[in-house]
């Protein structure tokens, strides 16, 4: 089984420009995460997606950072404008189950970011 | 969000030694996840604990939950090299909004030949 695919791998910007990230889930994988990991930290949830619908995007900047899930298959996260702060890897996560119960998460090889 | 501490935040030891790493929190968790993260991948899941007090081992490594589910202690035996890496771990809780999960800074372990 294919895991949770993610391009591109790296991204070096400057900051105020614009950044998209793609990931492809895991087939049939009804649940869809993006995490933020900053160095020297844990992974940190931005937004979450059961099939096209966001379940919870609370810790997501929405004046800079957009999600969307139009299929409900793969999904973009674009940042616009870019931060020196948004340095960080950029992880995707997928599950199988829906809302409500404990799931392994997979998580792809991740984008890491740097905004000079 | 509730916030995971874990301990040690570096650990570097030798082959062959006993470690044990440690996540506590104040907050009640439904269940609790233990990840294991190598250079330029993803994390990867090694086990997830739900009841209190729940003892579970995979080989070398033992995993506890207290009893109150709260906190949790991973035990690696006989270590080695190949356990290098960052170990987080991360707490989750269910909601009406679904299920979500907080991760703790984790423990970056260096297992030297």
């Known amino acids: 089984e294919a895991g949770v695919a993610q391009s591109p791998r790296y991204k070096i910007i400057e900051k105020r420009q614009s950044v998209a990230f793609w990931c492809n889930p895991i087939s049939g994988h009804a649940t869809l995460y993006w995490y933020q990991q900053i160095l020297g930290q844990g992974p940190k949830l931005l937004i979450q997606f059961q099939n096209n619908g966001v379940v919870d995007d609370s810790q997501l900047p929405k004046d800079r950072f957009s999600a969307e899930r139009l299929k409900g298959v793969d999904s973009t996260l674009k940042i616009q404008p870019a931060k020196l702060e948004d340095s960080a890897v950029y992880l995707c996560?997928?599950?199988?189950?829906?809302?409500?119960?404990?799931?392994?998460?997979?998580f792809g090889p991740g984008t890491r970011l740097t905004v000079l | 969000t509730q916030l995971l501490e874990q301990s040690p935040q570096f650990l570097s030891i030798q082959e062959g030694e006993n470690l044990t790493v440690y996540c506590n929190s104040s907050s009640v968790f439904s269940s609790l996840q233990w990840y294991r993260q190598e250079p330029g991948e993803g994390p990867v899941l090694l086990v997830t604990?739900?009841?209190?007090?729940e003892v579970k081992k995979l080989k070398r490594l033992t995993f506890q939950f207290g009893d109150a589910r709260k906190d949790s202690s991973l035990h690696i035996t006989a270590a080695q090299p190949g356990d290098t890496g960052l170990y987080l771990c991360?707490?989750?809780?269910?909601?009406?909004?679904?299920?979500?999960?907080?991760f703790g800074k984790g423990t970056s372990l260096l297992v030297t030949p």
């Open positions: 991360a707490g989750a809780t269910n909601s009406n909004s679904g299920y979500a999960l907080n």
């Open positions: 604990v739900v009841t209190g007090g």
């Open positions: 996560a997928s599950s199988h189950k829906t809302s409500g119960s404990t799931d392994t998460q997979y």
